[in-house]
């Protein structure tokens, strides 16, 4: 896990570049650059390195291959390396160093663009071409690991961290304001290739780059080309649930087993929910060195409302684990909000990103060893983990005119949810008339004012609402780009890497492929998980059917320890052009009388406001 750098413009980079030093956070372990001429242009690759695999000096980056004809930059971990190294030993390609970044090279030499296809892992990286004078530029198939694009005339940027780009003197911060808008209408952003830094893109999950140094020059169009899709339309697995069930277990073992492999200490985020502790139980059936203890770590409130320690302390009895334990106070949001914020490179759409921000420095303020941790991230997309989801199977049973099936599910939904019948009828409707389904609005915002296109209202970006569940896997894997961003920032922003099993692709389009009853029915998300993994977990955990997520306690602390906290910033927040400051105030007065519910939308124009100064964002 690391950070880098390809710049292709008229600029040197070198080992100390502003552009890299950046991004220390990201590899404190080393840091290097290499500078090559191809015509009016200098390409340039840096890396900032935190080592995991192969420790020693041989792993340093930027490396080359094939008698430095093939360079390359890179961010992530190929978990299959020891697999495909093998291979091509067999082949004749040799190898100096253990790490899997050689055996990247060694496999595009031997096979091209093609050799993606033989990477499982998170990765984004660059590989320069000196023989055939272009750059090959990728991304992951799930888009785990970040890549940014940057390509305006005579400079062209690939970067790990969106801060990157402000340490170029050619670059310029500037507000994408469709993009701002569906952040503060909705709380989503766009999921397309745009962020809210104008001119900044993504190089979208499963995409790459080929660019020919010879006939492109920065500024010239690139078309990003697909190399992996989900297999959302494929037909379902025919295949009975005992079944089901024994391959899932056989795809989730394998895949923590993979994410084991690291030469530094591994740990494990544990909520106490069913897909952390899953992670833990299956590690805990793997042999490992005597002193290799599992070790847990853990938010946990005082309130108990939110707090989960009767469920972590199950698993820790059940395993023997080591534990540490985070307790977040009110003023440790208010303290760091900025630092996230910073790490973030954009606003913060909910509390939740803090705490686990604070996690991560807790760790390393405790000079703890384990550099890598596994969190439970993906399980709800693929499992169908959110109460969507239950809408959308029920749908189902309705279209394929199964009204027996339906009433008993129904019926065991209410038995364990006991949604009023008003919400009911509104996910009914919103389910079998979606084009006639209008979202509110922000009431805070003059639309006219934010927007460039005269004030037109787009639609909304994504919707956590779908009439299908192969829709809503979708659209639930298209808002985890969020979550794997926060993920990615907040642990990096301490050095430390995060894995995530549950998105190995391998298990993802397997639990695509099953039968929606497989994964949700019964009154039961994560149906195929729980009878693959029951034998393993304490009953307390197993038998869980609330969904707590990883939770914060800001908006309970909103009401009085960060009150004013809130109401100051709310105060600045109104200094934002098109922000409505008569409602905005009157509305957050009337909950801090109790008269009113909290008002995520509040956060959002904090945040908004402090990435906009923290970054001299040009409105």
Request: glycine residues 6%; contains cysteine; neutral net charge.
């Amino acid at each position: 896990m690391c950070g880098i750098l390809l710049s292709v413009s008229k600029e040197n980079i070198s080992p100390a570049h502003p552009a890299l030093e950046i991004i220390k956070h990201r590899g404190p372990d080393g840091y290097g650059s290499r500078n090559f001429t191809f015509g009016d242009f200098i390409t340039g690759l840096g890396h900032r390195r935190l080592s995991i695999i192969d420790l020693s000096e041989r792993g340093s980056q930027p490396m080359s291959y094939q008698n430095e004809n093939l360079w390359i930059t890179y961010n992530g971990e190929v978990y299959n390396y020891i697999e495909i190294r093998k291979q091509l030993s067999s082949e004749g390609y040799e190898f100096k160093s253990d790490c899997d970044t050689e055996v990247i090279l060694a496999a595009y030499s031997r096979w091209g663009n093609a050799c993606l296809n033989q990477f499982n892992g998170m990765f984004s990286f660059a590989i320069l071409d000196i023989g055939k004078r272009k750059l090959f530029i990728a991304r992951d198939r799930l888009g785990i690991k970040p890549l940014y694009i940057y390509n305006k005339k005579d400079s062209f940027r690939a970067v790990s961290e969106i801060k990157q780009l402000t340490a170029f003197n050619d670059f310029h911060a500037e507000l994408n304001r469709e993009k701002l808008y569906h952040f503060l209408n909705s709380g989503d952003f766009s999921f397309d290739e745009g962020t809210m830094w104008k001119d900044v893109y993504e190089l979208p999950p499963g995409h790459f780059l080929e660019i020919n140094l010879d006939s492109w020059k920065p500024g010239d169009d690139l078309k990003a080309l697909q190399w992996y899709k989900l297999p959302y339309d494929d037909d379902k697995l025919t295949i009975s649930f005992d079944d089901a069930v024994a391959e899932f277990r056989r795809l989730l073992d394998l895949s923590i087993k993979f994410r084991l492999r690291a030469d530094v200490p591994v740990g494990f985020l544990l909520s106490g929910g069913l897909d952390s502790s899953t992670l833990v139980a299956l590690a805990h059936q793997i042999p490992r060195d005597k002193d290799a203890h599992l070790k847990t770590y853990s938010s946990c409130y005082e309130d108990k409302k939110i707090d989960e320690r009767e469920f972590i302390y199950a698993m820790l009895d059940h395993t023997g684990a080591d534990a540490c334990l985070h307790f977040p106070k009110p003023e440790d949001i208010s303290a760091n909000l900025d630092k996230v914020i910073w790490h973030n490179d954009l606003p913060i759409l909910h509390g939740s990103p803090v705490p686990h921000w604070l996690l991560y420095e807790h760790i390393k303020k405790e000079n703890d060893s384990r550099i890598v941790m596994l969190e439970g991230q993906g399980a709800d997309e693929i499992l169908c983990g959110y109460g969507d989801f239950y809408w959308a199977f029920l749908n189902e049973q309705l279209k394929l005119k199964s009204m027996g099936s339906f009433l008993h599910e129904f019926s065991i939904f209410q038995k364990y949810h006991h949604e009023p019948l008003k919400i009911v009828f509104r996910k009914y409707m919103r389910l079998r008339f979606p084009d006639n389904v209008k979202y509110p609005s922000n009431p805070f915002i003059r639309h006219e004012l934010l927007l460039e296109n005269d004030g037109k209202i787009p639609p909304i970006a994504v919707k956590r609402e779908e009439a299908t569940v192969s829709e809503l896997h979708r659209n639930r894997l298209t808002i985890l780009r969020y979550i794997l961003h926060n993920v990615d920032r907040n642990s990096m922003s301490q050095s430390r890497e995060t894995r995530v099993p549950y998105l190995d692709y391998n298990l993802v389009e397997f639990c695509l492929r099953l039968p929606s009853a497989y994964k949700i029915s019964g009154g039961l998300s994560k149906r195929v998980l729980r009878e693959a993994v029951k034998e393993v977990l304490p009953d307390k955990v197993y038998k869980r059917v609330d969904k707590q997520g990883y939770s914060s306690p800001v908006a309970r602390w909103a009401a009085k320890e960060l009150n004013g906290f809130f109401r100051e910033n709310l105060e600045k927040a109104v200094e934002l052009p098109f922000v409505e400051k008569k409602k905005l105030m009157e509305s957050f007065q009337k909950f801090s009388a109790g008269k009113a519910p909290f008002d995520p939308v509040w956060w959002r124009l904090i945040t908004t406001k402090k990435w906009i100064d923290i970054f001299k964002v040009k409105l």
